[in-house]
């Protein structure tokens, strides 16, 4: 089982920019294909990106596409989620997490998570 440990998060002004890091224990990090999830207050926890094994192939949620950029670096077992112009409603926990399966956007594809990291916005 991999052990997940997201760092970044904060207090931002809208406009304003952050970056989300998930570090990874274990040498079989860069098997697996990762995402970045976010549940906001008295919602269901939602997809906003993944990427494959060796960062060729990315997905993005409609609403973070064109502002959120998800990479990693397989030789520090990270992956990483560059969130620009953010906005009130982006306001979340923000969880990372392990998927066996290519780029997938259903929390039941993912094994291992992450124990959270408060991103919020203020407008």
């Known amino acids: 089982q991999v052990q997940l440990v997201e760092t970044g998060g904060g207090l931002v002004q809208a406009g304003g920019s952050l970056r989300l890091s998930c570090a990874a224990s274990?040498?079989?990090?860069?098997?697996?294909?990762m995402g970045w999830f976010r549940q906001a207050p008295g919602k269901e926890r939602e997809f906003v990106a993944a990427?494959?094994?060796?960062?060729?192939?990315?997905k993005y949620a409609d609403s973070v596409k064109g502002r959120f950029a998800i990479s990693r670096d397989n030789a520090k077992n990270t992956v990483y989620l560059q969130m620009n112009s953010l906005k009130p409603e982006d306001t979340a926990v923000y969880y990372c997490?392990?998927?066996?399966?290519?780029?997938?956007?259903?929390?039941?594809?993912?094994?291992?998570w992450g124990q959270g990291n408060q991103v919020t916005v203020s407008s």
């Open positions: 997490a392990t998927s066996d399966s290519y780029l997938r956007v259903a929390r039941n594809d993912y094994r291992s």
């Open positions: 274990g040498r079989t990090f860069r098997n697996y294909a």
């Open positions: 990427i494959n094994w060796n960062g060729s192939g990315t």
